[in-house]
């Protein structure tokens, strides 16, 4: 979730879940014209956009145009088809969705309609065509309506899926819960680039969605599974901040380790979350990660769960 919209969310009154059109209602046209999209070549005709949500993948080429996510608002996408017309693309004909959270699927919306094909792991699929509710703890849990036929994925797929794409060969893989119930990491072999939605979070620490079937534990072993897979000059995009490498991938697993430890021995000692706040069990690594608030209220969420 983009910390912007976060901050515009709070201020709605908490006596009732704010709507997703109530969040986008709060922002002006003036605001949209002011966002904009900035593009990052990371292969012959691969690209990353980074604009108001998660991480774009474009691949562009003979085949046409795959995208790897989608955006956050559907007011955005004008602009992203113009980032995409930019490099090469003309219409996006396929669009991968990484997990089903509207900061990477809400261009579906758009794009649907238009005939674009979209592709996902099957519990996302479940997630995008029925009511949900995400709590993202800095602000009031936000209630999402299903999306219409002509925005779901058309294509599903379990644990591996493979495609054939402008030259390039595209593994699909999905591990299990990680940040939601439905993750799915795409690895561009010939490219030797991985975008990884947001199993793996490389402006801070990791939201995990335990309310939507998100796990801790979950999560280090997707990101383990992604280091095996791939090479130490891998070209790594994140579900959002900068483009990292197999090194930042790493480092963020430690990360997740050392927190899940001293979370776990909190939990162990019959810890409330309020004292496992106050231990400040990330202190370590704030330094680096920066805002500790919602993996530790849901990484204690999702280790609590379990017993
Ligand atoms: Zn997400």
Redesign the pocket.
């Known amino acids: 979730?983009k910390h912007w919209v976060l901050a515009l969310g709070a201020s709605l009154a908490t006596t009732a879940l704010p709507s997703a059109a109530q969040v986008t209602a709060q922002l002006t046209t003036e605001q949209f014209g002011k966002m904009e999209i900035k593009t990052q070549k990371v292969g012959d005709g691969l690209y990353v956009l980074f604009g108001n949500g998660?991480n774009i993948g474009v691949s562009v080429g003979a085949d046409g145009v795959l995208i790897v996510d989608d955006g956050q608002f559907p007011q955005l996408m004008p602009k992203t088809l113009e980032a995409i017309r930019a490099v090469g693309g003309h219409r996006v004909d396929l669009a991968i969705d990484?997990?089903f959270?509207v900061?990477?699927a809400d261009g579906n919306l758009v794009l649907g309609p238009t005939g674009t094909w979209f592709i996902a792991q099957a519990n996302t699929r479940e997630m995008l065509a029925k009511d949900r509710v995400v709590n993202v703890v800095v602000r009031p849990p936000t209630e999402y309506k299903p999306y219409p036929a002509s925005a779901l994925p058309v294509v599903t797929f379990t644990d591996r899926m493979q495609m054939h794409f402008n030259g390039d060969t595209l593994d699909l893989l999905h591990v299990g819960p990680a940040?939601?119930t439905g993750d799915a990491v795409v690895f561009f072999r010939d490219h030797n680039v991985v975008h990884t939605?947001?199993v793996f979070n490389n402006a801070g620490y990791p939201?995990i969605?335990t309310d939507n079937g998100g796990d801790l534990d979950g999560t280090i072993a997707f990101c383990e599974a992604i280091l095996r897979e791939i090479k130490p000059d891998t070209v790594v995009i994140p579900?959002h901040g900068p483009v990292g490498t197999y090194n930042d991938l790493k480092d963020h697993i430690a990360m997740l380790k050392g927190v899940r430890a001293k979370l776990a021995a909190l939990v162990k000692s019959g810890a409330t979350l309020e004292q496992v706040i106050a231990a400040k069990p990330t202190a370590e690594w704030d330094a680096r990660y920066g805002d500790n608030t919602r993996i530790v209220n849901r990484g204690y969420a999702s280790l609590t769960r379990k017993r």
Request: glycine share 22%; hydrophobic share 5%.
């Open positions: 979730m998660g990484t997990h959270h900061d990477h940040h939601t939605g947001d939201y969605d579900g």
